[in-house]
């Protein structure tokens, strides 16, 4: 019999079943609450230890509700329930510094994930709470009938020493079969993103199993293909500042600006990754979609054109390529103007209005040859879940289930990156874990 089963030990369950396991103590409950929490994988915060690089971005210096795409009503009162300097402060007690880069990502000063993890675990088994890993839950089973007003009736199984168990969750571990009675259950089994870590999406059928729907689910934070035989393989590594516009249909649904990286299968960087949710969902309701770049962040084709003719003006008998070299990496340089079927070498001199006015275009408006997304094992969040709608706000209780309660990336809410998607891990492992204790 256990308390609270918080099934995955993330981000969101790591942080549920500490909150969960503090709130015991503070209430001083005699005999203490059982808190298990129940991993697939192996491996305790396999997503942590690889996530920013391996060192962990734990949130960011400034978060709100517009940093998030979802429902912005209940994403804006479970930020506000645990803020980013809530989270600052129990990394604090955790006894893990962090430190502010010029992004406003704040990371461990050790630079290294592992420094998280090992704090969540240290202060679970501080706590109590038992953690069980290659235990994969195969099916969460309600205990609990509901009359025709929906009104709770008497469990099936009781306890003599509390109140009944509302559920069965059922795992495997070492090829065994085991059934756990739990009295509340945390779900933070993530989305689909990153499924050698453990998520892999087996979490929405058990929650649709309790009675609760779930959305479409895409990748998102994901790095985009192009096209083979465009110039981006030329270019491996080297990152510069542009502007992605995202196209469906000739509408404009999406502009941003931040730092590009081009690789051998396209593109990443934070602007990529931030764009690539945009472009995957509009894809996938079969829009036609187009990615264009501008190396010119906020500059109009006819502002970059008038940028050409002052800098031939001033340097006639320099080189294009070595012009534009001093405003976007060489061989950055060197492949627009190929795109613009303009040699680098040709003095600026020589540049006519028709080629000039192409090269503007394509400084700022080139289209980007997208293919598809790089897929799940790229992605690191999962656009779609279940709706927030169906969890109540100030506990993430479901509405659909007693006793139940929802936390972190199965609910249908993904951030932009630079620690906003741990961050909604922390807040709603916060209240979940808190509420499930104090749950009747």
Known sequence: MADVAVVGAGAAGLAAAIFAAEEAAHAAADPA??????????????????????????????????????????????????????????????????????????????????????????RCRALGVELRTGARVTAIRSTAARNADGVPAASGASDADGPPARFDVAYERDGRAHVLRARRVIVTTGGRSLPRTGSDGGGYALVRALGHTVTETHPALVPLVLRRGFFHAGLRGISNEAELTTLANGKRIDRRSGSLLWTHFGVSGPLVLDASRH?????????????????????????????????????????????????????LAEALLHAAEVDPATPAAQLGRDTRRRLARCLTELALPVER?????????????????????????????????????????????GGFNFQWAWATGFLAGRAAVRSP
Not at 69 to 93: C, H, M, Q, T, Y
Not at 386 to 402: I, Q
């Open 33 to 122: 609450p059982r808190i298990v929490a129940l991993e697939g994988a192996r491996q305790i915060g396999a997503k942590i230890l690889i996530s920013g690089g391996g060192r962990c971005n734990v949130t960011h210096e400034q978060v709100s509700a517009d940093d998030f795409n979802g429902a912005r009503n209940p994403i804006r009162n479970v930020l506000a329930a645990f803020d980013a300097d809530a989270a600052k402060e129990w990394f604090a007690s955790l006894g893990v510094a962090l430190k502010r880069e010029d992004t406003g990502k704040l990371f461990p000063v050790s630079d290294s994930a592992r420094t998280v993890v090992d704090a969540l675990v240290a």
């Open 373 to 417: 997304d790089r897929g799940w094992d790229f992605a690191e969040v999962t656009a779609g879940g279940v709706p927030l709608a169906e969890v109540d706000f100030r506990t993430m209780a479901s509405r659909r289930t007693d006793g139940l309660f929802l936390a972190g990336e199965i609910l249908d809410c993904e951030g932009r990156i």
């Open 279 to 331: 472009w995957v969902l509009a894809r996938a309701h079969g829009d036609t979609v187009e990615l264009r770049m501008s190396v010119l962040p906020g500059e109009s084709a006819e502002q970059a054109d008038a940028r050409l003719q002052a800098l031939a003006r001033d340097r006639p008998r320099a080189s294009l390529g070595r012009l534009l070299a001093g405003l976007v990496p060489e061989r």
